[in-house]
C-alpha cells in the first residue's frame, strides 16, 4: 500500500549536492522531513532551486476504505482538489460547488455568520475556471452558492469533509485516469487509460467514455516488445489487442502502472494482511479517540454556548427588569399625579353634577312650558287653517253670487233693449195710425198715470211698456255700484287670505306635504291659476269656446 498512499506534497526545495544526487526536503503541514536521493533519466533543470510536486501513483478504489491514516487522507485530498481545480479532471459545474463546499468546510470549519461575512472567500480558489466562464455570474453569486451548501456542512471535522470530497470525486469520470497516447495497428491514433480498475481506450476528443474497456480480472498477460504493447484477454476467445507507443519509456511506464495497478486490485480482494489489519485497528481505535474528542469539545461548547446563553438571557432579564422597575417607578409617580388629577376632576365633576342637575330641572320645566306652547301653537294653527278655509268657502260663494249678478245685470241690459226695441215699434205704429183719417173716439179717455209709472197702451194686437231714461240710469247705477262694491270685498278678502298664509307659512311642516299641496304650491308660484280663473277667460275673452 506504500505506493497507494504517496501523495502530493507541498513546495519542496532542493540542493544540487553533485550530479544527479539531491538532498530533498519535504515540507508538509503536518511534517517535516530531509533525505537524500538520485534523479536518474531525468532532464533536471539547472535553475536552483528545484521545485518537485510528489504525487500519488497508484489511485485507490474506495478512499473511505484504503486511506488508514489521516495524513494520507490529508495530502492525497490537496491533490485530487488541485487536479479538479487545473482541470485535470473534469467535474460538473454542479458538483463543482458542493466538492467547493466541503472544501471551505474543511478548512475554516463550521459555519458561523458573524465571522464568516460576506466576501470572506473571496481570495479563495475553489471553482475551476471553466466553470466560471461557463456562466454570466458574479463571484458574490458563486459565493453565496456555496456558503448555502457550506452552512448545511455543520458538525463534520476537517478529516470527515475530506473524505466527503474524496467520495463524491472518485465517482468522476476522469479520476485516477492516467492517459496516453497510443496507435493501433492501423495506425488510428487513440488514448489508452490506466487506472484502479483496468485498461480503456480512448476516442483522442473523449476522454469521459472509453470506447472498450479491459477490467483487470479479464486481462491474461500484458508485454511489450520495443514500442509494441500487447495485451492478452483471459478469454482466448478475444483477439489480443496491441498498440504502438512514441517511446520505450512510455511503454515501461504503462507496465509499471498495470503491475501496480492489477496487484493493488487484486490485494483489495483478499484478506488484508496482519500489517494493514493492525494498521487499520490502530486506525480505528485512533478515529474512535478523535471521535470521542471531539464529542467531548462539542459538549463543552455546546455547554459553554448553553452558559453564554443562559449568561446573556439573565443579563437580558437583569436589564429588562431594571427597565420594568424604572418605568414602574415612573407609572407610579404618573398614577400618583394622576389619583391627585382625578380628585379634582371629581370634585369638579361633582359641582358640575349639581350644576346639570339644576339645569336639566330648568330644561324640565322649559320642557314643560315649550309642549303647553307648542299645543296652543297647534290649536291656533288650527283655527287658522278653518278661518282660511271658511274664508275661501266664503270667495268662493262670493265669487259666484258676483256672476250671478253680473248674468242678471246681463239680462236686465237685454230686456232693456228689447223694451227700447218695443217702444220704438209703438212709437213708429201710433205715427202710422196719425197719418190715417180720424174717426170719433169709441171709449172714454183714461186718467193719466203718475209721472215714476211707466206707460203701457194696447194698439191692435201689439202690447208696448216704455221707460223713462231716469230710470234706466238709476238701475245701471245701482248695478256700477254693487260691482264695485264686491271688488271692494273681494280685494280686501284676498289681502286677509295672504296675511293668513304668511302667519301660518312658518308652522308649516314641509316633510307632511301632500302631492296636492305641492301642485297647489306650484300653481300659485306660476301665477295663481285656479278652476275660476279658467272659467271666466272665456267670458273677459269675448266668450270664444275653449277647444279641449
Given at each position: 500500500?506504500?505506493?497507494?498512499?504517496?501523495?502530493?506534497?507541498?513546495?519542496?526545495?532542493?540542493?544540487?549536492?553533485?550530479?544527479?544526487?539531491?538532498?530533498?526536503?519535504?515540507?508538509?503541514?503536518?511534517?517535516?522531513?530531509?533525505?537524500?536521493?538520485?534523479?536518474?533519466?531525468?532532464?533536471?533543470?539547472?535553475?536552483?532551486?528545484?521545485?518537485?510536486?510528489?504525487?500519488?501513483?497508484?489511485?485507490?478504489?474506495?478512499?473511505?476504505?484504503?486511506?488508514?491514516?489521516?495524513?494520507?487522507?490529508?495530502?492525497?485530498?490537496?491533490?485530487?482538489?488541485?487536479?479538479?481545480?487545473?482541470?485535470?479532471?473534469?467535474?460538473?459545474?454542479?458538483?463543482?460547488?458542493?466538492?467547493?463546499?466541503?472544501?471551505?468546510?474543511?478548512?475554516?470549519?463550521?459555519?458561523?455568520?458573524?465571522?464568516?461575512?460576506?466576501?470572506?472567500?473571496?481570495?479563495?480558489?475553489?471553482?475551476?475556471?471553466?466553470?466560471?466562464?461557463?456562466?454570466?455570474?458574479?463571484?458574490?453569486?458563486?459565493?453565496?452558492?456555496?456558503?448555502?451548501?457550506?452552512?448545511?456542512?455543520?458538525?463534520?471535522?476537517?478529516?470527515?469533509?475530506?473524505?466527503?470530497?474524496?467520495?463524491?470525486?472518485?465517482?468522476?469520470?476522469?479520476?485516477?485516469?492516467?492517459?496516453?497516447?497510443?496507435?493501433?495497428?492501423?495506425?488510428?491514433?487513440?488514448?489508452?487509460?490506466?487506472?484502479?480498475?483496468?485498461?480503456?481506450?480512448?476516442?483522442?476528443?473523449?476522454?469521459?467514455?472509453?470506447?472498450?474497456?479491459?477490467?483487470?480480472?479479464?486481462?491474461?498477460?500484458?508485454?511489450?516488445?520495443?514500442?509494441?504493447?500487447?495485451?492478452?484477454?483471459?478469454?482466448?476467445?478475444?483477439?489480443?489487442?496491441?498498440?504502438?507507443?512514441?517511446?520505450?519509456?512510455?511503454?515501461?511506464?504503462?507496465?509499471?502502472?498495470?503491475?501496480?495497478?492489477?496487484?493493488?486490485?487484486?490485494?483489495?480482494?483478499?484478506?488484508?494482511?496482519?500489517?494493514?489489519?493492525?494498521?487499520?485497528?490502530?486506525?480505528?481505535?485512533?478515529?474512535?479517540?478523535?471521535?470521542?474528542?471531539?464529542?467531548?469539545?462539542?459538549?463543552?461548547?455546546?455547554?459553554?454556548?448553553?452558559?453564554?446563553?443562559?449568561?446573556?438571557?439573565?443579563?437580558?432579564?437583569?436589564?429588562?427588569?431594571?427597565?420594568?422597575?424604572?418605568?414602574?417607578?415612573?407609572?407610579?409617580?404618573?398614577?400618583e399625579e394622576t389619583a391627585d388629577l382625578l380628585a379634582e376632576k371629581a370634585q369638579i365633576t361633582e359641582e358640575e353634577a349639581k350644576l346639570l342637575a339644576q339645569k336639566a330641572a330648568e330644561a324640565e320645566q322649559e320642557m314643560q312650558r315649550i309642549k303647553a306652547t307648542a299645543i296652543r301653537t297647534e290649536e291656533e294653527k288650527r283655527l287658522m287653517e278653518q278661518k282660511v278655509l271658511e274664508a275661501e268657502v266664503l270667495a268662493l260663494k262670493m265669487a259666484e253670487e258676483s256672476e250671478r249678478r253680473a248674468k242678471e245685470a246681463d239680462q236686465l241690459k237685454q230686456d232693456l233693449q228689447e223694451a227700447r226695441e218695443a217702444e220704438r215699434r209703438a212709437k213708429q205704429k201710433l205715427l202710422e195710425i196719425a197719418t190715417k183719417p180720424t174717426y170719433p173716439p169709441m171709449n172714454?179717455?183714461?186718467?193719466?198715470?203718475?209721472?215714476?209709472?211707466?206707460?203701457?197702451?194696447?194698439?191692435?194686437?201689439?202690447?208696448?211698456?216704455?221707460?223713462?231714461?231716469?230710470?234706466?240710469?238709476?238701475?245701471?247705477?245701482?248695478?256700477?255700484?254693487?260691482?264695485?262694491?264686491?271688488?271692494?270685498?273681494?280685494?280686501?278678502?284676498?289681502?286677509?287670505?295672504?296675511?293668513?298664509?304668511?302667519?301660518?307659512?312658518?308652522?308649516?311642516?314641509?316633510?307632511?306635504?301632500?302631492?296636492?299641496?305641492?301642485?297647489?304650491?306650484?300653481?300659485?308660484?306660476?301665477?295663481?291659476?285656479?278652476?275660476?280663473?279658467?272659467?271666466?277667460?272665456?267670458?273677459?275673452?269675448?266668450?270664444?269656446?275653449?277647444?279641449?
Amino acid at each position: 500500500m506504500a505506493g497507494a498512499i504517496a501523495s502530493r506534497m507541498s513546495f519542496s526545495s532542493l540542493k544540487r549536492k553533485q550530479p544527479k544526487t539531491f538532498t530533498v526536503r519535504i515540507v508538509t503541514m503536518d511534517a517535516e522531513m530531509e533525505f537524500n536521493c538520485e534523479v536518474l533519466d531525468h532532464d533536471v533543470s539547472k535553475e536552483e532551486p528545484v521545485t518537485f510536486h510528489f504525487l500519488a501513483k497508484f489511485y485507490p478504489e474506495n478512499a473511505e476504505e484504503e486511506l488508514v491514516q489521516e495524513i494520507t487522507q490529508h495530502l492525497f485530498f490537496l491533490q485530487v482538489k488541485k487536479q479538479i481545480l487545473d482541470e485535470k479532471i473534469y467535474c460538473p459545474p454542479e458538483a463543482s460547488v458542493l466538492l467547493a463546499s466541503y472544501a471551505v468546510q474543511a478548512k475554516y470549519g463550521d459555519y458561523d455568520p458573524s465571522v464568516h461575512k460576506r466576501g470572506f472567500l473571496a481570495q479563495e480558489e475553489l471553482l475551476p475556471k471553466r466553470v466560471i466562464n461557463l456562466y454570466q455570474m458574479t463571484p458574490e453569486m458563486w459565493e453565496e452558492r456555496i456558503t448555502a451548501w457550506y452552512a448545511e456542512h455543520r458538525g463534520r471535522a476537517r478529516d470527515e469533509a475530506e473524505m466527503e470530497y474524496l467520495k463524491i470525486a472518485q465517482d468522476l469520470e476522469m479520476y485516477g485516469v492516467n492517459y496516453f497516447a497510443i496507435r493501433n495497428k492501423k495506425g488510428t491514433e487513440l488514448l489508452l487509460g490506466v487506472d484502479a480498475l483496468g485498461l480503456h481506450i480512448y476516442d483522442p476528443e473523449n476522454r469521459l467514455t472509453p470506447k472498450i474497456s479491459f477490467p483487470w480480472n479479464e486481462i491474461r498477460n500484458i508485454s511489450y516488445s520495443d514500442k509494441e504493447f500487447t495485451i492478452k484477454p483471459l478469454d482466448k476467445k478475444i483477439d489480443v489487442f496491441k498498440f504502438n507507443s512514441s517511446k520505450l519509456r512510455v511503454n515501461k511506464l504503462i507496465l509499471q502502472l498495470c503491475i501496480g495497478n492489477h496487484d493493488l486490485f487484486m490485494r483489495r480482494r483478499k484478506a488484508d494482511s496482519l500489517e494493514v489489519q493492525q494498521m487499520k485497528a490502530q486506525a480505528r481505535e485512533e478515529k474512535a479517540r478523535k471521535q470521542m474528542e471531539r464529542q467531548r469539545l462539542a459538549r463543552e461548547k455546546q455547554m459553554r454556548e448553553e452558559a453564554e446563553r443562559t449568561r446573556d438571557e439573565l443579563e437580558r432579564r437583569l436589564l429588562q427588569m431594571k427597565e420594568e422597575a424604572t418605568m414602574a417607578n415612573e407609572a407610579l409617580m404618573r398614577s400618583e399625579e394622576t389619583a391627585d388629577l382625578l380628585a379634582e376632576k371629581a370634585q369638579i365633576t361633582e359641582e358640575e353634577a349639581k350644576l346639570l342637575a339644576q339645569k336639566a330641572a330648568e330644561a324640565e320645566q322649559e320642557m314643560q312650558r315649550i309642549k303647553a306652547t307648542a299645543i296652543r301653537t297647534e290649536e291656533e294653527k288650527r283655527l287658522m287653517e278653518q278661518k282660511v278655509l271658511e274664508a275661501e268657502v266664503l270667495a268662493l260663494k262670493m265669487a259666484e253670487e258676483s256672476e250671478r249678478r253680473a248674468k242678471e245685470a246681463d239680462q236686465l241690459k237685454q230686456d232693456l233693449q228689447e223694451a227700447r226695441e218695443a217702444e220704438r215699434r209703438a212709437k213708429q205704429k201710433l205715427l202710422e195710425i196719425a197719418t190715417k183719417p180720424t174717426y170719433p173716439p169709441m171709449n172714454p179717455i183714461p186718467a193719466p198715470l203718475p209721472p215714476d209709472i211707466p206707460s203701457f197702451s194696447l194698439i191692435g194686437d201689439s202690447l208696448s211698456f216704455d221707460f223713462k231714461d231716469t230710470d234706466m240710469k238709476r238701475l245701471s247705477m245701482e248695478i256700477e255700484k254693487e260691482k264695485v262694491e264686491y271688488m271692494e270685498k273681494s280685494k280686501h278678502l284676498q289681502e286677509q287670505l295672504n296675511e293668513l298664509k304668511t302667519e301660518i307659512e312658518a308652522l308649516k311642516l314641509k316633510e307632511r306635504e301632500t302631492a296636492l299641496d305641492i301642485l297647489h304650491n306650484e300653481n300659485s308660484d306660476r301665477g295663481g291659476s285656479s278652476k275660476h280663473n279658467t272659467i271666466k277667460k272665456p267670458q273677459a275673452q269675448g266668450r270664444r269656446p275653449i277647444c279641449i
